[in-house]
């Protein structure tokens, strides 16, 4: 049983990003020609990615830092529908012909709020703009609280056979304090429609660090969980940024959890799900340990993205809606948050891009190295030198001397030729990572803590 040593947590506590992009969203650029950034999409080739945000709740979770809209009508889905497909007219006028799609993902927000015609209606859209791979991996995030077996059908028309389950905790003391109340019976419902379906893989997310929570809470509710029995877990470290997500402070009201309790569940999740089944795929991800993600990590293939863990590598990330973050091999773009400004944007046939990245040969190395220590919890200096076209000891002398205080702290080993992340380590990772980032220091971003 790994035990989280507190005296760790004391000292490395620390606000960081979370690595789902290198450089990190705050280092994009405001006024970044979009023409430029135009360019990099069309010069793009081989398989797509796509995502689709939307950003409709009927009521606000207060522990969300989402980008959502709460609201309780139907007509401003079926607007933002139509949004979306005039966004899609912009994006196939910049992009190769032929391209094919391999991923698709639905994020929000709550797709579901979408009524199921609406979905058949968007299905008749994607499947005319864009072409499938047979086997390609089509997922949704879905609210069992807000579920019908007929959304369960119409996503599964439009080819989904993944679907994401939010739960975040099961004691009601916890779900009436964050404005989530949700029952077992709600979350059953859900799988069965879903596996009736012929869904291929189910994934349920979590949170830690909620209110009310503790490593006994955390633990009854990882056993009512496995009862679902589902391929993949997200357990999320509750991100406290109350200056992004002002309906936060609500939850300071009811008191969270020290770092030193949170670290503790943390223990007890990664003991529970690691003796059930689930390999630790690192940060807040777990999969059965014959799940492709689980296979992708033991193979040293898997990748990071805003999506979080993915086996899918060099993959151009379209994305739609607002706030969505695209990615190509040298670039990211993200879209306006606004929806009168986004629709605006789209008015004018341009592009709805807020800021962007250009990535430089700096940040091309840095990306891989960060990708792979948050992926693989390992570095093979002889492998990235030879990938990287660098002496890669001599191009990081100064990140790895830094290292020294976390070797001597047991969080990681270091050889003549590799450095690896301890199990202890794993729970620093970000801190690990950040010794990597060139802009961190200069930046003025703020972040949730790593713990």
Same mark, same amino acid.
């Given at each position: ?32 020609? /979009? ?52 966004? /899609? ?5 910049? /992009? ?10 639905? $994020? ?89 379906? $012929? ?36 357990? #999320? ?12 402070? /609500? ?25 059930? $089944? ?33 086996? #899918? ?7 739609? $809606? ?17 929806i009168d400004a986004y629709e605006k944007r789209l008015s004018l046939g341009q592009l709805p891009v807020e800021k962007g990245y250009i990535l430089t040969p700096d ?32 191009? #990081? ?55």
């Amino acid at each position: 049983m790994l035990k989280p040593d507190l005296r760790l947590v004391e000292k490395y506590n620390k606000p960081g990003p979370r690595y789902t992009s290198y450089p990190t969203a705050p280092q994009f650029i405001d006024q970044i020609d /979009i023409e430029k950034l135009r360019l990099e999409a069309t010069h793009e080739s081989g398989p797509l990615s796509l995502y689709f945000h939307i950003p409709f709740c009927q009521s606000m979770c207060w522990f969300c830092g989402c980008t959502k809209i709460i609201s309780s009508q139907r007509e401003p889905a079926e607007k933002y529908i139509k949004l979306l497909e005039r966004e /899609i007219e912009h994006y196939r006028e910049n /992009i190769q012909p032929g391209r094919e799609v391999q991923q698709l993902h639905f $994020g929000g927000g709550t797709p579901n709020y979408l009524d199921p015609d609406l979905i058949d209606h968007f299905t008749g859209t994607l499947h005319k703009n864009f072409h499938f791979a047979p086997n390609a991996e089509i997922s949704a995030e879905l609210d069992p609280r807000r579920l019908t077996e007929k959304h369960i059908q119409a996503f599964r028309r439009l080819g989904v056979n993944r679907v994401s389950f939010g739960v975040q905790d099961i004691q009601l003391k916890t779900q009436k304090a964050v404005n989530r109340v949700q029952s077992d019976e709600q979350n059953r419902n859900a799988i069965e429609w879903a596996r009736a379906a $012929g869904m291929q893989s189910l994934n349920i997310d979590l949170i830690y660090g909620l209110p009310y929570q503790t490593p006994k809470s955390i633990r009854n509710t990882i056993h009512q969980v496995l009862e679902y029995s589902p391929d993949r877990l997200a357990v #999320f470290s509750y991100a406290h940024v109350p200056w992004m997500a002002p309906a936060q402070k /609500i939850l300071e009201r009811h008191g969270l959890p020290a770092p030193e309790q949170k670290i503790k569940m943390l223990g007890v999740i990664i003991e529970e799900l690691t003796s059930n $089944g689930y390999q630790y795929i690192g940060m807040d991800h777990f999969a059965k340990v014959d799940d492709s993600l689980a296979v992708a990590q033991r193979n040293k293939t898997m990748q990071r993205n805003f999506q979080g863990y993915s086996t #899918f590598k060099d993959i151009e990330i379209a994305a739609f $809606g607002i706030s969505s973050i695209s990615q190509t091999k040298n670039s990211y773009r993200q879209n306006i948050k606004d929806i009168d400004a986004y629709e605006k944007r789209l008015s004018l046939g341009q592009l709805p891009v807020e800021k962007g990245y250009i990535l430089t040969p700096d940040d091309h190395i840095r990306r891989t190295t960060i990708m792979r220590l948050m992926c693989d919890h390992s570095l093979d200096f002889h492998q990235l030198s030879s990938e990287l076209n660098i002496d890669f000891k001599d191009h #990081f002398a100064n990140e790895l001397n830094q290292l020294l205080d976390m070797e001597i702290d047991g969080l990681l080993e270091r050889s003549e030729n590799a450095l690896q992340v301890t199990p202890q380590g794993a729970l620093f990772i970000r801190n690990i990572a950040m010794h990597f980032d060139a802009h961190l220091a200069q930046s003025s971003a703020k972040h949730s803590k790593t713990v």
